[in-house]
């Protein structure tokens, strides 16, 4: 019968260690890839280990990497970053080799919270909803900075619609702009 394996990822900007431990806790295989969640889901189907659970911690790259790894059938786990760190931090050398094979001890040992990861649809609404958001943030700032400016000239805007605020403050400021036009 084969041994089963566990698999720790240390996620960092441009690069990803890659730890393989067997049931007894043994390294087995380490690696140092791209973050590119295309070459680590190959690799790790690459291997011949039979593969129980592979662990990242939750991270700016975690979701994508998570996604790839979920979409080639990978038994992929996100993992809570303090709760890892925690049990991280007992290491007396910490480097990111060390972190991906803590990682990989512990989840061939169970010691993992995992976190929900979004689905891809769901990160890309929720960043839309943000972009619209800063966008009408900014909008309002700027209404409001251009409230202020005219106001230094005595004009008052009141209440007006999105669509009528435009022609509104140029209606104001018509014969202020031609004053400072003939000058």
Same mark, same amino acid.
Request: aromatic fraction near 4%; charge should be positive.
């Given at each position: 019968?084969?041994?089963?394996?566990?698999?720790?990822?240390?996620?960092? /900007?441009?690069?990803?260690?890659?730890?393989?431990?067997?049931?007894?806790?043994?390294?087995?295989?380490?690696?140092?890839?791209?973050?590119?969640?295309?070459?680590?889901?190959?690799?790790?189907?690459?291997?011949?280990?039979?593969?129980?659970?592979?662990?990242?911690?939750?991270?700016?790259?975690?979701?994508?990497?998570?996604? %790839?790894?979920?979409? /080639?059938?990978?038994?992929?786990?996100?993992?809570?970053?303090?709760?890892?760190?925690?049990?991280?931090?007992?290491?007396?050398?910490?480097?990111? %080799?060390?972190?991906?094979?803590?990682? &990989?001890?512990?989840?061939?040992?169970?010691?993992?919270?995992?976190?929900?990861?979004? $689905?891809?649809?769901?990160?890309?609404?929720?960043?839309?909803?943000? &972009?619209? !958001?800063?966008?009408?943030?900014?909008? !309002?700032?700027?209404?409001?900075?251009?409230?202020?400016?005219?106001?230094? @000239?005595?004009?008052?805007?009141?209440?007006? $619609?999105?669509?009528? @605020?435009?022609?509104?403050?140029?209606?104001? $400021?018509?014969? $202020?702009?031609?004053?400072? &036009?003939?000058?």
């Amino acid at each position: 019968m084969s041994q089963s394996h566990y698999i720790g990822l240390d996620v960092s /900007a441009r690069t990803v260690n890659l730890c393989v431990v067997d049931h007894d806790g043994h390294v087995v295989h380490e690696r140092k890839l791209s973050s590119d969640p295309e070459e680590i889901a190959q690799h790790i189907l690459s291997l011949r280990f039979p593969i129980v659970r592979v662990g990242l911690e939750a991270g700016m790259l975690s979701q994508h990497i998570y996604g %790839r790894l979920a979409e /080639a059938n990978i038994p992929v786990v996100c993992v809570e970053t303090r709760h890892m760190k925690a049990a991280l931090a007992a290491q007396l050398n910490k480097i990111d %080799r060390h972190d991906a094979r803590g990682i &990989a001890q512990m989840m061939g040992v169970g010691l993992f919270k995992p976190v929900h990861v979004k $689905t891809p649809n769901s990160q890309r609404l929720r960043t839309i909803l943000t &972009a619209r !958001q800063l966008l009408r943030n900014k909008l !309002q700032d700027v209404e409001n900075e251009i409230r202020g400016l005219i106001r230094n @000239f005595g004009y008052h805007l009141g209440k007006v $619609t999105a669509r009528d @605020f435009e022609p509104r403050v140029r209606n104001l $400021t018509a014969d $202020t702009v031609l004053i400072f &036009a003939e000058s």
